[in-house]
Every structure is written in C-alpha cells, then in structure tokens.
C-alpha cells in the first residue's frame, strides 16, 4: 500500500500525505483546552471537490469508456499532470528544462524522460508566459484554512495588467466544475486574512483563472479561464464529504508484514491429501 509523505511547508511545518485515494494536510496546532501541541488533519481541496458533482458530460465518458478503462485514463492523466507540474515549477525556480530532463512519475516513483504530449504542455506554458509577461508573485504555494477545516496548494499566483490572480494549471482538455471550486478554495484563507503569504499583501481583489496547457483545440496551445468564485459551493462540496468520508483524520490500521506465508507445492498437496480427523460418534439409547 503505496503512501507518499511530503512536507509542503518547512516554515509552517505542514506536511502533506497521500493514501490510496485519499489525501491529507497536517501540522501543529495548540490545544485550545490544555494549551499543549496536537496534529490538525485536515482533507486536500482536490479531495473534497472531487465530491462534487460532476455533470452529465463526465457520466456519459464514463460509461462510454467503462470503470477499467476510465481509471486507467485518470491514473495516466494524473502522472502526466504531476510532472508537467514539476516541470513548470522548475522553470519558475530559474531551472533549464530540456526535452530530455526527467521528472518523477507518481506511479512509478521514478524519474522519466518526459513525453511528447508533456513537452507540448510545458512549451505552450512557456509561450503563455511570454506572450502574456505575467509578474510572478509566488508558486506552489500551501494554503491552510484551520477555519473550514481544509488544505491545498495554489499552483501559481501572478499580476496581470494590474490584476492579481490566482492561477491553476490544468493538461485537460474540460474545465470540469470541480476545478473551479478548487481555486475558489485557495482564494478564501488568503482574500480574508486567515492565512498570509510571505511577502503578499496585495490581497484585497484577487482573481481566480485557470490555464490549460497542452491545449488542442487552438494554435496557441493553451487556454486563459477566468473564474467565478465559487466559494458557497466548494464549502457545499465540504459537507458531502463529511457526509461520506469515515473520521477526521487518516484512517489507522494495523497489517502484519506477510499477510500469507508462503507455501510450497509439495506442502499444498500433502495438506490436501491428510484425511479428516475422525469425529467421535455419538451413543444413542435405545
């Protein structure tokens, strides 16, 4: 069972952690009672929009390619995801990337070349870039509401002709309602003051976009969405998942290291073969 442990934050000391499907934010708190220091789980934002509902559109894909095969095309889009994101943080930091740099694959755990498809998605992020000559602000970036009880981590944030945004970045080909809500969730803590932003303080009118790169429905190959905030909507999105999801904080168990010893075949055969124990027969009165 593959768990991935990260720390997000090394100032605020939040550390991010992935089980299976599900995927939480910690760090230390006080103990408003004993005034003494505990761990504060709280679920991702990509975690809870995903409770959303999704609309017809994605139904219908659904059963037009079959759970199998709609899993596996979330799974390879995910990875592909993951590392284009890598890639883009990369050049942030002022890091060549090359056709040939590797970036880790979630699935795998390994660095891989990237594909074709990825180096088109990280192309057309850097034509946006110049094309459009955003002021960088930050990146990658974790948010943390203890209020609502939520974490995430905002890809980008950027001013543009005087506009600061909050900037998501997506390889899809849809903007899927739920990624709408996930932006909205970043803004909240940040436009209200809950949680600050080394060095930002320009937060009185931020706006929300997502951009899609890898786009291929235009010769650019991106595309710029602005978004409406849909911060009722994402909190709506937080009650169905308490609704649906056992406790509040990740689920503990206990497995032992071998689940099934191994046997032989001569031992299976020899174990099939032993007769029953006879069963005493009862005595009946006549």
Known sequence: MKKIIRETDEKLGI???????ERWYIKQVEDPQSKLPKLLYVPSVTWIAGHYPKGVGF???LADKGWDESQAIKAAAGDKGSKVHEAISAILRGEEVRIDSKFINPSTEQPEELTLEECDAIKSFVDWRNEVK???????VTVFSEKYGYAGT???ICRIDGKVYIVDFKTSAEVW???ELQVSAYKNPVESGEFHIEGFTDVADIQLAILQI???RNQKGYKWNEIEDKFPLFIAARQIWANECEGQEPKRKDYPIVLSPAVTVEEALEAEAEPETAKPKKSVKK
Do not use: M, S
């Open 59 to 61: 139904y219908k894909w």
């Open 154 to 156: 905002i890809d980008y």
């Open 177 to 179: 309602a739920e990624y």
């Open 15 to 21: 550390v991010q952690v992935t089980i299976a499907d």
């Open 214 to 216: 890898g786009y291929r």
């Open 134 to 140: 955003p002021e960088t602000i930050a990146w990658d």
